[in-house]
């Protein structure tokens, strides 16, 4: 069985500072770890995925995410968050054949970015 | 051209009628899938189709039910629709094995 928690249902940051989405996750085995973005009224779109390579993995738009197997964890992260960037973001998982038919999705963080 | 495209965007209707949201992609795809998002934003998936084989089906009520005339369409039918049903509904692509899921720009549904 696997699970995925968002520790954040809502995350505001200004303009120009770091961002931090936390994301914890649970497997039974080596997982493959994924960030979506949807921006309003629109579809899901992948920002980056983990599949057991680098656990520094660089995505689109500036956003990074890491993977610590220690601690369970894939926290998203960017060094300086633009008004862009407004939307709900969510932490994937996905079973041991990283087939998408077996994704878990988290239940989203909301990410403001204020002036 | 848009990779995974789904009509209509929005989908007014009253309680007991019956209506289908219509999805395609382009991509080359041979999986295809519907989740459902409810007012949470949580995502549910409801079903996917590889080869035209339905290959999940989860706890979804059976007045739903996938049609796939071949590999680049799946469209979604909805019997009797009930206030519970209002959500938005997504299509997604992907190939088998593979991730990432390709998403639609969903279809809002609501039951009045």
């Known amino acids: 069985a696997q699970s995925v928690t968002q520790l954040d249902s809502h995350v505001s940051v200004s303009e120009g500072t770091p961002v931090l989405l936390r994301c914890n996750y649970s497997?039974?085995?080596?997982?493959?770890l994924f960030w979506y973005v949807q921006h309003p009224n629109k579809g899901l779109q992948l920002l980056l995925k983990?599949?057991?390579?680098?656990?520094l993995v660089k995505g689109i738009n500036g956003f990074e995410a890491e993977f610590k197997k220690s601690e369970t964890s894939f926290h998203l992260t960017k060094p300086s968050a633009h008004m862009s960037d407004a939307a709900e973001y969510f932490c994937?998982?996905?079973?041991?054949?990283?087939?998408?038919?077996?994704?878990?999705f988290g239940t989203g963080t909301r990410l403001q970015v204020m002036l | 051209d848009t990779a995974v495209s789904q009509t209509p965007k929005y989908l007014v209707t009253q309680m007991g009628n019956d209506k289908s949201i219509k999805c395609e992609q382009n991509?080359?795809?041979?999986?295809m899938y519907w989740y459902k998002q409810d007012s949470k934003k949580f995502l549910k998936i409801m079903f996917s189709?590889?080869?035209?084989?339905?290959?999940i089906n989860e706890t979804v009520p059976n007045r739903f039910s996938p049609k796939s005339p071949d590999k680049a369409h799946l469209n979604l039918h909805i019997n009797s629709l009930e206030l519970g049903d209002s959500a938005v509904y997504f299509c997604?692509?992907?190939?088998?094995?593979?991730?990432?899921?390709?998403f639609g720009n969903g279809t809002r549904l609501t039951v009045t």
């Open positions: 997604a692509s992907s190939q088998e094995g593979e991730s990432p899921l390709h």
């Open positions: 497997s039974s085995y080596s997982p493959s």
């Open positions: 983990y599949t057991s390579a680098a656990t």
């Open positions: 994937v998982v996905s079973g041991p054949t990283g087939t998408a038919s077996k994704l878990t």
């Open positions: 991509l080359g795809h041979d999986t």
């Open positions: 189709y590889n080869n035209k084989e339905l290959i």
